[in-house]
C-alpha cells in the first residue's frame, strides 16, 4: 500500500505505507526525528506540522487520526478529521493535511 501526493492531479510525491503507524508530517530539526511521511520538501508555505496525523494500517482496516495540527486534517468532501478521533479510509480515499492533497493507493 502507499500513499501519493497528488498536485493539480499529478502524482508529485509517494511514500511506501508499513504496517502499523505511519506518522504523517515534517523532519524535527530539533529532535532529529523524520516522520515515515516526510512533507518537508512538499510543504513550502509550513503548513503541515511537524506530528500532523497518524495513517494506521491494521488487520482490522485503514484509519486516519489527526494528532492536534494547527492547519487540520480534512477528509474528501471538506470534512475536518477532530484531533484524537480516527477516520476509517478505503483504497483510493483523499485528504488534506495542511493544503496538500494525499491519495491511499492499494
Known sequence: MKLVL???GKEVGEFELGQGSNL???WDPVTKSFPEIDL???D???LVSRRHAVLSLRDEGISLEDLGST???FLSG???LEAGTFAP???NAEFF???LRLKLLA
Do not use: Y
Request: hydrophobic share 35%; no cysteine; proline share 4%.
Open 71 to 73: 492547519n487540520g486534517t
Open 97 to 99: 493535511v495542511g493544503n
Open 89 to 91: 479510509l478505503l483504497p
Open 78 to 80: 471538506g470534512k475536518k
Open 44 to 46: 513550502t508555505e509550513a
Open 40 to 42: 518537508e520538501d512538499f
Open 24 to 26: 504523517i508530517g515534517r
Open 6 to 8: 497528488l498536485v493539480d
